[in-house]
């Protein structure tokens, strides 16, 4: 069973930051990746930003220079640091472990950005 929970969600002003987390935890191991994607009302789920075991990240072109992810792997645990933010990155953000077979999915996270 592997389960993840996030935190860090909430309202924010445009230009403002927030850090999001997902903590795992069950049957997580060996080479993985994790990531964030999002999902805006009315759009298709989005990638957002990813990062393997080795450190290696993509991010989407839209928050390129705005949005930091990390993770730490002694904990199972991704952060996603956004600073300037902006009313278009508005949406309900799930973190996600691929582990080959299966993704797993977090509860989603609501970030609203005010202008």
């Known amino acids: 069973q592997v389960q993840l929970v996030e935190s860090g969600g909430g309202l924010v002003q445009a230009g403002g930051s927030l850090r999001l987390s997902c903590g795992g935890s069950?049957?997580?191991?060996?080479?993985?990746?994790m990531g964030w994607y999002r999902q805006a009302p009315g759009k298709q789920r989005e990638l957002v930003a990813r990062?393997?075991?080795?450190?290696?990240?993509n991010y989407a072109e839209s928050v390129k220079g705005r949005f930091t992810i990390s993770r730490d792997n002694a904990k199972i645990t991704v952060y996603l640091q956004m600073n300037s933010l902006k009313p278009e990155d508005t949406a309900v953000y799930y973190c996600?472990?691929?582990?080959?077979?299966?993704?797993?999915w977090g509860q989603g996270s609501q970030v609203t950005v005010s202008s």
């Open positions: 996600y472990v691929d582990l080959g077979p299966r993704v797993y």
């Open positions: 069950g049957s997580i191991f060996g080479i993985y990746t």
């Open positions: 990062i393997t075991s080795g450190g290696s990240t």
